[in-house]
């Protein structure tokens, strides 16, 4: 079919429990595209997911209303903070520790991140999440 | 929770998207960031914010300044039902015998119109745009001069209206194909709703290139709302798998690319019978001569 791209729109949107609240309503609501049948898809789509994982997701829409999702793997922050057992990172990162996670579970993020980085192998991609650990002021054992 | 937006206009579709991609930085982080063409015809583009607390100002200001856009309106969104709004504007579509409605508008079908369920969805074919309507209507047109397709198929169905509504006239199985598997599940969810999964079969593939597709060959009625490239691409094969005095109902072309596409199909055949612009859009009705 003949689409037409009107716009794109970010948002992040816990897994598995899309709905109308802000910001997924007045989001789309705002832009006249189907509110039920995004949280329909989406929750479906994320259903294999643990529930409530941030997920960045690239909403595209069309002239007609219609429109396609890119879901992404939630931010490395958000599994770091998990695998440290944290609800957020140091104050000031570089000058305190705020906690520590170690090399395997460095892997593991990386594994389920590697998708969405911009690394040709998991080593690659451990690095990226060392670097985003180290920012945040987590050490890694 | 309150909503706060942040939306400004821009020149151009690059440095809107990199303002957008700016606006992902600002803190407090925004809960969404949009970046949208006026429908208006202007040519601007819009960039919003959505913001659980209240946006920085002065990062805007500077952000203003640094992507040359328009001084951004900030306005806290009221509490509405959005869900509802949505689908008061999801108004139903009527062409030619045709009624394409939402589930929240199936009271309204009315009694001397064929109503088709299609929510806007995740597939290209609500109705709600000028090339759907168009090849709504030259079906109708045909169907009122005396055609009756008996071996039909809808290329690049999208949510499968097009092959729906000739299902919903004529008793003879049809086939809609997309390249897009996610417009074929749509296509197939679309087609069951409507309780026409006997004589509708829905399958991946690009074009004709499908050995199911081109068994069931030759075809009397191709629909193909795509794009000018690929209706240009497809001119060829669509007229090989065509049977002599079959019709090709083509659309999703602009009304300034209609000249190139009719080109392109009469050095295969196919001529011009009947033509409707909508809008920007042409849709072109042609027949097979030889």
Redesign the interface.
């Given at each position: 079919?003949?689409?037409?791209?009107?716009?794109?729109?970010?948002?992040?949107v816990p897994a598995g429990q899309a709905n109308?609240?802000?910001?997924v309503?007045?989001?789309?609501?705002?832009?006249?595209?189907?509110?039920?049948?995004?949280c329909k898809?989406f929750n479906a789509k994320t259903s294999d997911m643990e529930p409530g994982a941030p997920c960045p997701t690239v909403i595209e829409y069309?002239?007609?209303?219609?429109?396609?999702?890119t879901i992404k793997t939630p931010p490395a922050s958000f599994y770091i903070r998990k695998a440290a057992k944290l609800k957020s990172g140091a104050n000031k990162p570089g000058l305190e520790v705020a906690g520590s996670i170690s090399t395997a579970q460095i892997r593991e993020i990386a594994e389920a991140k590697m998708q969405d980085l911009n690394a040709n192998n998991i080593e690659g991609a451990m690095q990226i999440i060392l670097g985003s650990a180290r920012s945040m002021g987590i050490e890694v054992k | 929770?309150?909503?706060f937006?942040a939306l400004t206009t821009l020149l151009s579709k690059t440095s809107a998207e990199a303002l957008?991609l700016a606006m992902?930085r600002l803190e407090p982080k925004p809960?969404?960031?949009?970046?949208?063409?006026l429908?208006d015809g202007s040519g601007l583009w819009?960039v919003?914010g959505?913001f659980?607390s209240a946006p920085d100002l002065t990062a805007l200001t500077i952000l203003e300044a640094a992507f040359a856009a328009k001084p951004f309106a900030l306005s806290e969104?009221p509490e509405?039902?959005?869900?509802s709004?949505?689908?008061r504007?999801?108004q139903p579509v009527e062409a030619g015998r045709f009624f394409i409605y939402?589930s929240h508008d199936a009271d309204k079908v009315p009694q001397d119109r064929i109503g088709l369920l299609i929510?806007?969805?995740?597939?290209?074919?609500?109705?709600?745009?000028g090339?759907?309507l168009g090849c709504l209507r030259a079906l109708d047109r045909l169907a009122a001069n005396g055609f009756q397709g008996r071996s039909v198929i809808d290329v690049?169905?999208?949510?499968a209206v097009l092959a729906m509504a000739a299902a919903a006239i004529w008793p003879d199985p049809i086939l809609a194909s997309?390249v897009d598997e996610?417009?074929v599940d749509v296509a197939r969810a679309n087609v069951a709703a409507n309780n026409l999964s006997d004589k509708i079969r829905c399958l991946e593939a690009a074009g004709f290139d499908n050995p199911d597709l081109r068994q069931s060959a030759p075809f009397d009625l191709v629909f193909a709302?795509?794009?000018k490239g690929p209706l240009i691409a497809l001119a060829p094969a669509m007229s090989t798998h065509m049977k002599l005095g079959g019709y090709a109902i083509l659309?999703?072309?602009l009304i300034e690319q209609a000249e190139d596409v009719l080109a392109s199909y009469h050095q295969n055949d196919l001529y011009l019978e009947d033509r409707e612009d909508i809008d920007e859009?042409s849709t072109l009705t042609l027949v097979k001569v030889r």
């Amino acid at each position: 079919m003949a689409k037409k791209l009107v716009g794109t729109l970010k948002l992040q949107v816990p897994a598995g429990q899309a709905n109308p609240s802000p910001p997924v309503g007045p989001a789309l609501g705002q832009r006249g595209i189907n509110i039920m049948e995004f949280c329909k898809a989406f929750n479906a789509k994320t259903s294999d997911m643990e529930p409530g994982a941030p997920c960045p997701t690239v909403i595209e829409y069309f002239q007609d209303k219609s429109f396609s999702m890119t879901i992404k793997t939630p931010p490395a922050s958000f599994y770091i903070r998990k695998a440290a057992k944290l609800k957020s990172g140091a104050n000031k990162p570089g000058l305190e520790v705020a906690g520590s996670i170690s090399t395997a579970q460095i892997r593991e993020i990386a594994e389920a991140k590697m998708q969405d980085l911009n690394a040709n192998n998991i080593e690659g991609a451990m690095q990226i999440i060392l670097g985003s650990a180290r920012s945040m002021g987590i050490e890694v054992k | 929770m309150p909503t706060f937006t942040a939306l400004t206009t821009l020149l151009s579709k690059t440095s809107a998207e990199a303002l957008g991609l700016a606006m992902e930085r600002l803190e407090p982080k925004p809960t969404g960031v949009g970046v949208f063409e006026l429908e208006d015809g202007s040519g601007l583009w819009e960039v919003g914010g959505y913001f659980s607390s209240a946006p920085d100002l002065t990062a805007l200001t500077i952000l203003e300044a640094a992507f040359a856009a328009k001084p951004f309106a900030l306005s806290e969104l009221p509490e509405i039902d959005w869900v509802s709004k949505v689908t008061r504007e999801l108004q139903p579509v009527e062409a030619g015998r045709f009624f394409i409605y939402g589930s929240h508008d199936a009271d309204k079908v009315p009694q001397d119109r064929i109503g088709l369920l299609i929510e806007a969805a995740m597939a290209f074919g609500t109705g709600h745009h000028g090339t759907t309507l168009g090849c709504l209507r030259a079906l109708d047109r045909l169907a009122a001069n005396g055609f009756q397709g008996r071996s039909v198929i809808d290329v690049g169905c999208g949510t499968a209206v097009l092959a729906m509504a000739a299902a919903a006239i004529w008793p003879d199985p049809i086939l809609a194909s997309d390249v897009d598997e996610v417009a074929v599940d749509v296509a197939r969810a679309n087609v069951a709703a409507n309780n026409l999964s006997d004589k509708i079969r829905c399958l991946e593939a690009a074009g004709f290139d499908n050995p199911d597709l081109r068994q069931s060959a030759p075809f009397d009625l191709v629909f193909a709302n795509i794009l000018k490239g690929p209706l240009i691409a497809l001119a060829p094969a669509m007229s090989t798998h065509m049977k002599l005095g079959g019709y090709a109902i083509l659309s999703g072309l602009l009304i300034e690319q209609a000249e190139d596409v009719l080109a392109s199909y009469h050095q295969n055949d196919l001529y011009l019978e009947d033509r409707e612009d909508i809008d920007e859009w042409s849709t072109l009705t042609l027949v097979k001569v030889r």
